[in-house]
């Protein structure tokens, strides 16, 4: 969202969206944070769990609020997110469809000369450090890193999606239960509905191949005083 006054904006929300609804995929909740960049900004990560048509009962929504009076008042290069010139935000599991966005509706950007453009992304964790120099300019971060080609990295996880793990073997057979390796564990998602598959404790490999988990060599090694 870019400002030309303290007033306007382009439009009442700027939003991206994307959608793993239908997938195996979920965003990490414990590897990804909400980012946002700018001062006198509220940003937000929005979404649903059914996709974007989701009712209201289905909308989720969490976000974080940044403050900075000048440049100077911001954070120094490489400061944690902690509201000045830049905030980040956990996000929940078993998200969908989710997307940044920003409260401009009746907002007043009241830093709009020298910080023009917000700037709210779900990436890594880790992945951004603060500069003040992101501040300045018109789209000028946003030119640097996705005009670029470098992108904002997420970090996805992955789950089989018919179920929680089988409770008896006949719902294994029913289902196409995936841990086909002997000496293989079903874990359940942490991250919406699922399971994964482990090879059991003394046991490595790929469980999800017949035979794939092998028992693992323990060699016992003595040390020798000569």
Excluded: H
Excluded at 77 to 88: I, N, S, Y
Excluded at 146 to 171: F, L, N, T
Excluded at 183 to 200: A, F, K, L, P, Q
């Amino acid at each position: 969202a870019c400002y030309a006054s303290s007033a306007t904006s382009p439009s009442p929300t700027a939003t991206f969206a994307f959608s793993l609804v239908g997938t195996p995929f979920r965003v990490s909740p414990s590897r990804n944070r909400l980012t946002v960049v700018g001062c006198s900004a509220l940003g937000l990560v929005v979404g649903t769990a059914s996709g974007g048509g989701g009712d209201a009962d289905d909308l989720y929504a969490t976000g974080c609020f940044t403050y900075c009076a000048e440049l100077n008042a911001a954070g120094a290069d490489g400061a944690p997110c902690a509201g000045a010139g830049c905030c980040q935000v956990p996000i929940s599991p078993d998200i969908p469809y989710l997307g940044a966005a920003f409260r401009t509706g009746n907002w007043t950007n009241t830093a709009w000369r020298f910080n023009p453009c917000f700037y709210a992304m779900v990436a890594e964790d880790g992945w951004y450090s603060f500069r003040r120099r992101d501040l300045v300019g018109v789209l000028a971060y946003y030119n640097e890193t996705v005009d670029a080609g470098r992108g904002v990295p997420v970090v996805i996880d992955w789950a089989v999606r018919d179920g929680w793990c089988p409770a008896s073997a006949e719902e294994r057979a029913r289902r196409k239960y995936a841990c086909v390796s002997g000496n293989s564990d079903c874990v359940n998602s942490s991250n919406g509905m699922g399971y994964t598959c482990n090879c059991s404790r003394g046991y490595e490999g790929n469980p999800y191949l017949a035979g794939g988990c092998q028992g693992m060599c323990k060699c016992v090694m003595a040390k020798i005083k000569l």
